[in-house]
C-alpha cells in the first residue's frame, strides 16, 4: 500500500498553524500550488506551503484535499518566504498575511490584458490639456515633446519602455553617486533631501538603472493621492507604470498582478499592499516618504510597516533599497546612526528659492490684546491680505474636520457624547449632524439638549467653521475647504483648481499637505497648533514636526520665498526650535534617555471587551502572564499598564492596554516569541483570543 504523501497549507485565517492534509492517491502538487480544502467544516482554498512532510497530528484526522485549483496562479517561494519575514516580525499568522496577500476578490478574475492603448489615448488627452493651460513656456514645451513621443508610441513607432532621459542636476548627481555607492556595498539608502530638492528624479534615475539591467522596480508612495501625482511624472519616463492601490479597480488590479507574475521586467508604483504581489527579479525598492505613517497598516492583521517590510523583502529578492524623505523618522536617523543605514543628504531646492520663513504667533497674548478674531489673528489677517494682494494663493492648515469639535448646553453644561464611545461628538453643517470621529455613530442636530432642553452651543471651531469665517472676512475671494468630508470625487478637482490658480485659499486638514507641488502658494498658516503637538503621546510631537516641515515644503517654491505662520498657545514648545533648526541629534537623544524607540522596540497589546469588569480583571491577568513568561531573561522586557487610553471606549467596546518594551539586543527576537506565545496560550485559556490584539512597532 502506497504511503499517503503530506502537505501543508496556509488557511486565509488566524490559525497559528498550517494544518496537515493528505494527497488522494495520483495527485501532485508543488509548494505554491492553490488547493481546495475544508477547514471545521468549511471549504477554503489555501497555499501548499510543505510537500512530503510527517505530520506531528494523528494521521487518522487528516483529511485529503478537495482539489487542485488550476486555475489560481502558483504562489511563488520568495512570496511565502516574505510572508514567513512578515509574520515573524509583526507576530501574526501566515493566514494573516496570506489573506492580504490574496484577498477573495483577487483570486477570481485572472485574465491579461494591459489595456496599452487605452492607457496611452487617455494620456495624450491629458497631456494635451496640460499644455494648453501650462503658464510657462518651458512646461508647455516640456508637454508638446511629451505628446509627440505618446503619439508616436500609438502609431507603434517605438515600443520602448523608457521615454526622456532623465538629466540629474550637479548636486543631485552627487547624491546619486553616494547612493550607488552605498547600495553597491548592501546597504540601505536614507535619501534625506529637503522638499523640492528632486527626490523623485533621484529615484526615476535609479530606477532608469535597474531596468537597464533587467531588473525591476516597486515604488511605494504612502497615499493613493501622491500615488495619481507621481503617476504623471513616471509616466514620462516609463509609460508601462503599472499602479497598484485600493483606488485601483479590483480587475485591474488582478491585470497587475497578472503582469507582474510574467516572466519579463515590470515596474510598479503602490501603496504598501504592493508589497504583496508576485514579486520577482526586483532590483530595486523605492519607499518614498518613509516617515509617513500611512505605510502602517492598523487593522486587520499583518498589522505590517511598509517601510520595514521592504527591506525585508529586499533582502528576499537581493534588491536595493532607497528610502527618501525631507523629514527621516526617528527609526530611520537612528538606524542610519548605527551604519545600517547610509543617509545622503540632499539639501538644496532644485528651483533654488529661499527657504520659507516662519512665524509664531501666541494666540494666548494675542487675545489678552484683544488681536483675535474668531480663529484668526489680525497678524495672520494681515499676511493672508498681504499674500492676496501680491497675487500669491494661502492653505490653511486646521487640524480637525467638523463645523465645531463639540457642543456645550448653554443652561446645564452637558457636552453630548457618542452613546458608543467616550468622546464628544463633533459638530458638522449641511445637513447639521452630531458625529463621532471614532465609531462614524452620527445623529441630527436640533440645538436643544437632550437632557434639560436648553440651547446647545458649538464650542471651537473645526474646517468648516474656519472657512465660513475667511468667507466673512475675505469676502471677494475664492475659498475652498478639503477635509475628510470632501467627497473623493471633488478631492482631485479642487487640487487641480488650486493648482491651476482657481482658488485663493483652501483650507484644510492634514490632507493638503500631501505631496502637492503649488506653483504660486506663498502663504502656509496653521491653525492651533496645539492639537497637533502637545499630545500626551511621546511620538506626537515627531509627527508635529513633519507634518508642519512638509507644510513648510510646500510654500515659496518656484525661487519665490515662502511664508509660514502657526498660531498656537505654546510658542515654546520645542517642536517649533525644531523647525527654526535645532538639530535632530536631540531628538534622538531625548528618546535614548527615556529608553523609547528607536532605542528599544515597542509593542502594544490592545484588549477590546464590551464588559468592563472582566476587561479590567484579564488586563491584569494578562500582565501577570507576561511578568511570568519573563522571569527567565537577561533583559527582562518593561511591561507597563494595563492603562486606558485617551479614549478609552469605541463602538460599545472599552479598551485597555499593556505596553511592553523589549531591549533592542541579541535576545529581541526570542523575546517576541515568548511574548507572542505568552498571549496566544493567554487568548486560549481564558478563551479571550478574539479580545486581544498585539501591534509591534505601533504608530
Ligand atoms: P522632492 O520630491 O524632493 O520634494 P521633486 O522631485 O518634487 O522634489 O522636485 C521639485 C521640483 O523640481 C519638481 O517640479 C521637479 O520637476 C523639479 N526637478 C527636480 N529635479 C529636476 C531635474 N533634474 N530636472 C528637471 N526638473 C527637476
Ligand atoms: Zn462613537
Known sequence: MPVPAYIQVILPLRLEWEPYYSLPEGVKVEVGDRVR?????????????????????DENRILPILAVEEGLPRVLPDEIQFWRAVSDYYLCSMGEVYKAAYPALKTGQEEVEARNKERLETRLEHLKDKAEKARRDDTRERYKAE??????????????????????????????????????????????GVTGSGKTEIYLKLAQETLDQGRSVLFLVPEIALSRQLEDRIATVFPDVLVFHSGVSAARRSQVASCVRKPGQYLVLGTRSALFLPHHHLGLIIVDEEHDTSY??????????????????????????????????????????TGRFVKVDLKERFHSGDEAEIRIIDTVAERRKRGMTGSFSRK??????????????????RARRSYAPSVQCTECGKIPKCPHCHVPMSLHRGPDRLECHYCGHSEPYTGICPSCHGELQPLGAGTQKVEEELTNLFPERRIARLDGDTPDTEEAAIIRRFAAGDIDILVGTQIITKGFDFDGLSLVAVLQADSLVGQQDFRADERAFQLLEQFRGRSGRR?????????????EHPVYARLQGSDDADLLAERKLFGYPPYTRLIHITLKDSNEKRLDYLSKELRNALLAAFTEADTPPAVIGPYAPAVDRIAGESIRQLRVMLARNKALTALKRTLAQAVSTF?????????LVVDVDPV
Open 683 to 691: 487568548g486560549k485559556e481564558r478563551k479571550y483570543a478574539a479580545h
Open 559 to 571: 525661487g519665490r520665498p515662502g511664508r509660514i505662520v502657526i498660531q498656537t498657545r505654546e510658542p
Open 380 to 397: 495672520l489677517i494681515q499676511e493672508i491680505t498681504d499674500t492676496l494682494d501680491g497675487g500669491g494663493q494661502v492653505l490653511v492648515l
Open 147 to 192: 505628446i509627440e513621443t505618446v503619439e508616436a508610441l500609438l502609431r507603434g513607432e517605438a515600443p520602448v519602455s523608457v521615454l526622456a532621459p532623465v538629466t540629474l542636476s550637479p548636486a543631485q548627481e552627487i547624491a546619486a553617486r553616494t547612493a550607488r555607492k552605498a547600495l553597491a556595498d548592501g546597504k540601505t539608502v536614507l535619501l534625506h
Open 296 to 337: 502602517k497598516q492598523d487593522a486587520p492583521a499583518p498589522r505590517y510597516n511598509a517601510r520595514e517590510s521592504a527591506i525585508m523583502l529586499g533582502v528576499i529578492q537581493k534588491a536595493q533599497v532607497v528610502l527618501g524623505s525631507a523629514t527621516p523618522s526617528l527609526e530611520s536617523l537612528y538606524n542610519a546612526e
Open 37 to 57: 480544502v475544508l477547514f471545521a467544516r468549511k471549504e477554503y482554498v489555501g497555499a501548499v506551503s510543505a510537500v512530503g512532510v510527517t505530520p506531528r497530528t
